[in-house]
């Protein structure tokens, strides 16, 4: 009797410890998962035909303005595209595109300021955003004497977001852009927040007023994609895009 008393003891010892190891180990596993989840694409993405534009560990694809190089400031840090504070310029997918949907995780440090441009033309003499509409990326708390088509994710200087659901700095958000048919379309956090026909009298005028030259903005060719330099630390992820 005393044997199997001894021997259920250790055997009920072992269970206890297995159950106690098994517990310890699934935090770490679940965290790996997790982590696992940014910048891949699911097998319905791959299905449908979505690409990657960034892997989380190079920064192969892209390069700046008129240059062959990326410039200094941009860095992969953590699986995310990193620009820290005092960067040297902004950073372009070196791929043109005319009618996509495009995917991006983004987050803002305090007081931060950047942006996402697109149908980009690298034209010699010209500013980069003399051709490309923007979608505003900000730190909206941080201002609060901007016109509302200057906040988080407007049409930059144009057309503001409605609803607006930018989370805070240091918090991430999803952000989609759609270009179909002459319509650009922002996306933030499951809600469309901005739709616009780039391919009307009320368009024309609305550039005519602005700041940018009408003779090389958003021209409905193919252009490249751009991460915006506005001197502050952001991170980006998840980049993806398909053609539509």
Known sequence: MKN??????????????IIIAAGCGAPAEKNAEVADEHNVLTDEEITEGWMLMFDGTTLNGWRGYLRPDVPDG????????FLEEGGDGDIM??????????KVDWKISEGGNSGIFYLIQELEGRRLWHSAPELQLLDNDAYTDLNHNQYAPALYDLVPASPQNTRPAGEWNTV??????????????????????????EWDAMVEESKFPS??????????????????????????????
């Open 176 to 201: 989609e852009v759609i270009i179909k048919d002459k319509y650009i379309i922002h996306r933030q956090n499951g809600e469309e927040v901005v739709r616009v026909s780039i391919d009307t009298p």
């Open 93 to 102: 997918f070196d791929r043109k595109f005319l009618e996509f949907h495009l």
């Open 4 to 17: 199997k008393g001894l021997i259920f003891t250790l055997r009920l010892f072992t269970i206890l410890s």
């Open 74 to 81: 941009w860095i992969v840090e953590d699986g995310t595209i």
């Open 215 to 244: 003779d090389v903005f958003a021209e409905y060719v193919p252009g490249y994609i751009a991460l915006q330099d506005h001197g502050d630390q952001v991170w980006f992820r998840n980049l993806k895009i398909i053609e539509l």
